[in-house]
C-alpha cells in the first residue's frame, strides 16, 4: 500500500526558516517525480514545487512564490522527501501536502498534510 | 501561467442528481487535465486524468470529458458521499495550476 507521510509542521515567526519532511513507502520512491502541494486555511490547492528522479539528475521546479526561498530535495536512500522553508511569509501559511506523480504526471497519491503556521 | 476557472464555485444538490461542474483554461491544454475530489480535513483525490480515464476504484458515476480549453466533470447520480470540494488541475506546463474549486452541498 502506499504511504505518503509529512512531517515538521508547526509555528514559526515571520523570516524563520522550517523543514518538512516526506516519509514515503509501498512503492519504488526513486523512479518517481514527488511534488509539494499547499492549501491556505479555506482556500484552493497550490502547488509548490517538483524535484524529478534520478533519471531527470533530480531536477527542480518551483512556483514563483516561493522559488528562492524553498528548497526541495530527496533522499532515495530513505525513501525521504524535503521542503525546506527559508524567509517564511504568513502568506505561507498552509497545509502542506506531499504528493506522488504519476507516470503520465497527475497527483496519483497524497499524504494527509502538515500544517505550518507563520505568525508573530 | 495557465489560468483554470471552474464554475460553479458553489452548488447545492440532492442525492440522485446528475451534476456537471466545468473547468476552462486560458489557453489550449490539449486533454492535459485531471479532477481531484477532497472531503473536508482530508488530502484530495484523484477521480479523473487525461481529461476523461477514470482512476483506479473510482465509481463509474464519475465521467469527464473536454479538451482544448474547456473541460466537464459529470456526476451521473449524486451519492451522499459525493459531497465535497472538487478541483481541476492542468499538467501541460509550468507553474502546475489548479481551479479555484467546486463545493458541492445537499440541497
Known amino acids: 500500500e502506499v504511504q505518503l507521510v509529512e512531517s515538521g509542521g508547526g509555528l514559526v515567526q515571520p523570516g524563520e526558516s522550517l523543514r518538512l519532511s516526506c516519509a514515503a513507502s509501498g512503492f519504488t520512491f526513486s523512479d518517481h517525480y514527488m511534488d509539494w502541494v499547499r492549501q491556505a486555511p479555506g482556500k484552493g490547492l497550490e502547488w509548490v514545487g517538483r524535484?524529478?528522479?534520478?533519471?531527470?539528475?533530480?531536477?527542480?521546479e518551483y512556483a514563483a512564490s516561493v522559488k528562492g526561498r524553498f528548497t526541495i530535495s530527496r533522499d532515495d536512500s530513505k525513501n525521504s522527501l524535503y521542503l525546506q522553508m527559508n524567509s517564511l511569509k504568513t502568506e505561507d501559511t498552509a497545509v502542506y501536502y506531499c504528493a506522488r506523480l504519476s507516470w503520465n504526471y497527475y497527483f496519483d497519491y497524497w499524504g494527509q498534510g502538515t500544517l505550518v503556521t507563520v505568525s508573530s | 501561467d495557465i489560468q483554470l476557472t471552474q464554475s460553479p464555485s458553489f452548488l447545492s444538490a440532492s442525492v440522485g442528481d446528475r451534476v456537471t461542474i466545468t473547468c476552462r483554461a486560458s489557453q489550449g491544454i490539449s486533454s492535459y487535465l485531471a479532477w481531484y475530489q477532497q472531503k473536508s480535513g482530508k488530502a484530495p483525490k484523484l477521480l479523473i486524468y487525461?481529461?476523461?480515464t477514470l482512476q483506479s476504484g473510482v465509481p463509474s458515476r464519475f465521467s469527464g470529458s473536454g479538451s482544448g480549453t474547456e473541460f466537464t466533470l459529470t456526476i451521473s447520480s449524486l451519492q451522499p458521499e459525493d459531497f465535497a470540494t472538487y478541483y481541476c488541475q492542468h499538467r501541460n506546463s509550468y507553474p502546475v495550476t489548479f481551479g479555484g474549486g467546486t463545493k458541492v452541498e445537499i440541497k
Open positions: 524535484t524529478r528522479n534520478k533519471a531527470n539528475s533530480y531536477t527542480t
Open positions: 487525461a481529461a476523461s
